[in-house]
Nanobody
Framework: QVQLVESGGGSVQAGESLTLSCVASGRDFSSYSMGWFRQTPGSEREFVAAKRWSEGATDYADSVRGRFPLFRDNAKNTVYLQMNNLNTEDTAVYFC??????????????????WGQGTQVTVSS
């Protein structure tokens, strides 16, 4: 059974940092891309970043590029989203997801097969 478990969310002040973790289990993810999305009430899930597990190629949304580096730890089957210089517009529920790595790195939400439960990030000014 595939499981993606996020952690690391919380409440911070603008300018501070948080690191989200996503532990993947239940299958071999070497042929997968791992993505992060975020969602606010009444909005669709928004792409944040994604990384191909095998060779590590990464893509970022323009809104987070340069602020939210995405790392992976193969030994721990874990991907990390390091969120730096947070601002109030980053407030959302953040979701980890897994999709086949074939095709582009950036995929729409509907192409992701597996999702975590989400973790809340709140940034106050």
């Amino acid at each position: 059974q595939v499981q993606l478990v996020e952690s690391g969310g919380g409440s911070v002040q603008a300018g501070e940092s948080l690191t989200l973790s996503c532990v993947a289990s239940g299958r071999d993810f070497s042929s997968y891309s791992m993505g992060w999305f975020r969602q606010t009430p009444g909005s669709e899930r928004e792409f944040v970043a994604a990384k191909r597990w095998s060779e590590g190629a990464t893509d970022y949304a323009d809104s987070v590029r340069g602020r939210f580096p995405l790392f992976r730890d193969n030994a721990k089957n874990t991907v990390y989203l390091q969120m730096n210089n947070l601002n109030t517009e980053d407030t959302a529920v953040y979701f980890c997801a897994a999709a086949s790595q074939y095709g582009g790195i950036r995929k729409p939400a509907w192409e992701y097969e597996h999702w975590g439960q989400g973790t809340q990030v709140t940034v106050s000014s």
